[in-house]
């Protein structure tokens, strides 16, 4: 369990910061041209784990993208142990592209996550 940071050498001169929130939750801050970019990296909690270790996961990504409420991009990266399927009622979120028919619990808290803060799930709008 935890989060890594890798960094092209390319764009070692535009990270302003690498922070590790928790052993699940860290990030990189990027001086970008227009505007500062947040990357933060996660570790989600396995579908077997409690409802409680979820919430406070996502308690944790939310208070860090709180944090960075001025920058313009946020984009959020790792393995949120998620099945997001193709049910109509994500298609705000989702698009249709998703590899799995159904949703796995952790696939819904991801979704109801990503629709509270108004952003999409990118690799479920590109075809596989």
Request: glycine share 4%.
């Amino acid at each position: 369990m935890g989060t890594e940071i890798f960094v092209h050498h390319r764009i070692v001169s535009a990270v302003k910061r690498v922070e590790f929130f928790s052993d699940r939750v860290s990030y990189k801050d990027l001086r970008g041209r227009w505007c500062n970019i947040i990357i933060p990296n996660v570790q989600a909690p396995r579908e077997e784990k409690s409802d409680n270790s979820k919430d406070s996961f996502y308690e944790e990504l939310e208070q860090v993208l709180y944090h960075f409420l001025k920058y313009r991009m946020e984009i959020p990266l790792g393995y949120f142990e998620a099945k997001m399927g193709r049910q109509n009622i994500f298609k705000p979120t989702m698009d249709d592209e998703s590899l799995h028919q159904g949703s796995n619990d952790n696939g819904v808290s991801i979704v109801n996550f990503t629709t509270s803060k108004n952003v999409v799930v990118k690799s479920t709008m590109f075809p596989h």
